[in-house]
């Protein structure tokens, strides 16, 4: 009797299960948890020294790979030569189609299921797109045949079935949109070692997923905002499980009724944790430190040193935000143009800034603080409005580009603030 290795929520472990199932292998079925580790035993590493699962044991044969479990199973267990066919170009066409399973279906939801499972990280946009993407794929091959690899059920299909069969937990298939996949999910759920094998796994990581999903924050961004990207900052610093969602208020996204259900004021950002909401950068801030904060420093506890830190949040709110706001709101919105004394009001508060940076090397004090990335957000981006005199204000200089070091502003701040510069540049251009 050989022995599998599994995780019945593993969609890899259970296109190995279905197989087991459909050629009548006579295997134990060896649970092992990654969720608790057991995958990283020495005994499962000697196996595996990838420590994934599913691992094949045959006698003193080791596999560690879903995809030459199946070949192999197919080889030495199947009876039905259409399964894993023996002539080399039908085989290479299931082969084709196990690798495309491989390299393509399954990274696609593992890079969501890992570092959700293992980091608390949640899911990017772009990380659902590439999925819809690979749908795309999927209905183009099944486009041509009934199955993936031809008009007949081989194991490619047990395969990609067990990944895509997950996948829609993630990212819900769009009928309509992919017909031929639906067709072909309905076929294969028909089949007798799916409904064994499959069906009760996928549910088991559909509650896994959902669970996790629902610990997480929302952070409702437009990537050009200067506040949305302080939050977005913050989210890196403090690693954060946080869904980004856009919202662009450009199209009107901030209007409508479920937005304003959670921020009548319609403004971006927006922090969704449960049921609390919170509709200011600057709160979002101060909660995201509290909560999810590990150093101290960047938002004291000790109560005056944390009054110095709000005073200049207050700051960036009254005095450096609205000076930039004054001049994109009416020209994003309405098409006006900036007048000279809105450029006037930028420089002020530049030597404002400057006087305070003059005193400490940060805003607050010789730490860096939360303050720090609501005010470096925005007077990264008044740079786009009003470019700054190095020479007139070289305190400022030299915090930009201590500030633009970090790789919390280097992911979440410099590609936004380039999205401001070329929306601004083509309206004033006109």
């Not at 749908?135 to 690899?149: I, M, P, Q, T």
Request: glycine share 4%; charged share 25%; aromatic share 10%.
């Amino acid at each position: 009797m050989v022995k599998l290795y599994k995780l019945d929520a593993s969609p890899p472990a259970r296109a190995c299960m279905m197989a087991c199932d459909l050629f009548s292998v006579p295997a134990e079925m060896v649970d092992c948890n990654i969720i608790v580790g057991e995958h990283m035993t020495p005994d499962f590493l000697k196996k595996n020294p990838t420590h994934t699962i599913p691992v094949l044991e045959d006698g003193d044969l080791i596999i560690h790979d879903s995809h030459a479990i199946l070949m192999y199973l197919a080889d030495v267990y199947g009876k039905q030569d259409s399964l894993y066919p023996k002539d080399l170009k039908q085989r290479a066409l299931v082969n084709q189609k196990m690798f495309f399973n491989s390299s393509i279906l399954f990274p696609r939801l593992r890079n969501i299921s890992s570092p959700l499972l293992l980091e608390g990280a949640k899911p990017t946009e772009k990380q659902y797109k590439a999925i819809d993407e690979a749908y795309g794929f999927l209905e183009e091959f099944l486009s041509r045949n009934k199955y993936v690899a031809g008009n007949k059920m081989t194991i490619a299909d047990i395969a990609a079935y067990a990944t895509s069969s997950t996948l829609g937990i993630m990212l819900e298939l769009d009928v309509k949109k992919y017909p031929k996949i639906e067709a072909w999910h309905k076929e294969m759920a028909k089949q007798s070692f799916a409904q064994k094998q499959n069906a009760a796994g996928r549910q088991e990581f559909k509650r896994v997923y959902d669970d996790l999903m629902s610990k997480m924050v929302k952070l409702y961004k437009l990537n050009g905002s200067p506040p949305a990207r302080a939050c977005m900052m913050a989210c890196d610093l403090f690693n954060v499980p946080a869904e980004m969602v856009d919202c662009n208020i450009l199209t009107g996204e901030h209007m409508t009724p479920d937005f304003l259900k959670k921020n009548p004021l319609h403004t971006i950002p927006v922090l969704e944790d449960g049921d609390l909401i919170i509709h200011d950068s600057h709160a979002i801030l101060m909660y995201l430190a509290d909560v999810y904060g590990k150093q101290d420093s960047l938002y004291p506890k000790d109560l005056k040193q944390r009054a110095l830190v709000n005073q200049k949040m207050f700051f960036n709110s009254s005095i450096l935000f609205p000076r930039l706001r004054n001049i994109t709101y009416p020209l994003f919105i309405e098409g006006a143009k900036p007048t000279e004394k809105l450029y006037k009001a930028i420089d002020e508060a530049y030597g404002f800034l400057e006087e305070f940076l003059s005193r400490n090397k940060y805003l607050a004090g010789n730490n860096m603080t939360i303050a720090d990335i609501a005010a470096y957000a925005t007077s990264s981006s008044l740079g786009i409005l009003l470019e700054l005199d190095v020479k007139k204000y070289p305190k400022i200089e030299a915090w930009h580009k201590e500030m633009a070091k970090q790789s919390f502003a280097q992911k979440q701040n410099a590609a936004g603030n380039q999205e401001l510069k070329r929306l601004y540049d083509n309206l004033m251009s006109k």
